[in-house]
């Protein structure tokens, strides 16, 4: 498949937020007390891939009217992929994720479903709803749930409160990604931002000594510091292109969360995941991320 063909695909998946999928699916995982066991991880991230992908599909072919008259380079207003094309990939695509999910990696059919369930209701709502934007979060949420359900049979709250409330709070952290696309001034929701690192410090049990743990810890509060820092400079100038930037960040940062997250557990899988976001930058530079 040519370049010609696939670059519209990939710009209605907006292909360069994959990563922070994966990332939600690892952390989850070694939060839930997962080991490396790459057949079930395999399955798990192959099929949150497809349904990733399958909702972006839908999110444009439920888009339409609205984007032929305020988007219209995007792939289906500019007539590169039909919008029949979009429903009949992302169902597919959806239908094969949840299956890879359920009968791959044997997360909990309910959870599965009500992530599928929560897709379809934000792509076919989220314009005239401005509530949307908490099935929005609610998506992450249920993405974690699902993966750590793969480890653990089922959730508790009892042995499973960490994983439970890192759930929570990266749909809560995407609750105000999701506030700052649909608003100019960035600074409203500025402590929405900070669900995650307030969780990492205040759920987990705070490494003591000067071991990686440590070292890993403060580097990864600083560089969510210096995230932070770079949004409020951008939204001192509410041009929308800064706005897009600002929100691009935020996006990117996911991965930055899911390594606060599971830095109490693997430093060195944290590191990995920080590394990542000066990448996913680059690449929201080739494929739009939002």
């Given at each position: ?13 907006r ?15 070694l ?26 599909f ?18 289906i ?10 429903w ?17 990696a ?81 600074l ?103």
């Amino acid at each position: 498949m040519n370049n010609s063909i696939l670059r519209p695909w990939l710009e209605l998946a907006r292909i360069s937020n994959l990563p922070t999928v994966w990332t939600n699916i690892l952390a989850a995982w070694l939060l839930a007390g997962g080991k490396w066991d790459w057949k079930p991880l395999t399955w798990l991230l192959a099929g949150s891939s497809l349904i990733y992908t399958g909702g972006m599909f839908l999110n444009d072919a439920a888009d339409v009217k609205f984007d032929f008259v305020h988007r219209k380079e995007r792939p289906i207003p500019s007539g590169r992929i039909s919008q029949a094309q979009a429903w009949i990939a992302g169902l597919v695509f959806l239908s094969g994720g949840f299956s890879m999910f359920v009968w791959g990696a044997e997360a909990r059919i309910w959870l599965t479903g009500a992530l599928i369930a929560a897709i379809l209701i934000y792509d076919l709502y989220h314009k005239p709803w401005p509530g949307s934007v908490l099935i929005m979060g609610s998506c992450r949420t249920l993405l974690y749930l699902s993966a750590a359900s793969a480890v653990t049979g089922s959730l508790d709250w009892q042995g499973n409160n960490e994983v439970i409330v890192k759930a929570m709070a990266m749909g809560t952290y995407v609750v105000g990604i999701s506030l700052c696309a649909r608003n100019e001034y960035l600074l409203n929701y500025l402590w929405l931002l900070c669900i995650p690192v307030m969780t990492r410090l205040f759920n987990a049990k705070m490494p003591h000594g000067s071991d990686l743990d440590v070292i890993v810890l403060w580097f990864l509060l600083l560089a969510w510091m210096g995230m932070l820092v770079t949004i409020i400079s951008l939204s001192k100038n509410p041009a929308k292109s800064n706005t897009g930037k600002a929100v691009g960040m935020l996006l990117a940062g996911i991965v930055l969360a899911d390594a606060l997250a599971v830095s109490s557990v693997s430093p060195s899988t944290a590191l990995a995941f920080a590394a990542m976001m000066p990448l996913l930058l680059f690449y929201q530079k080739k494929i739009a991320a939002t």
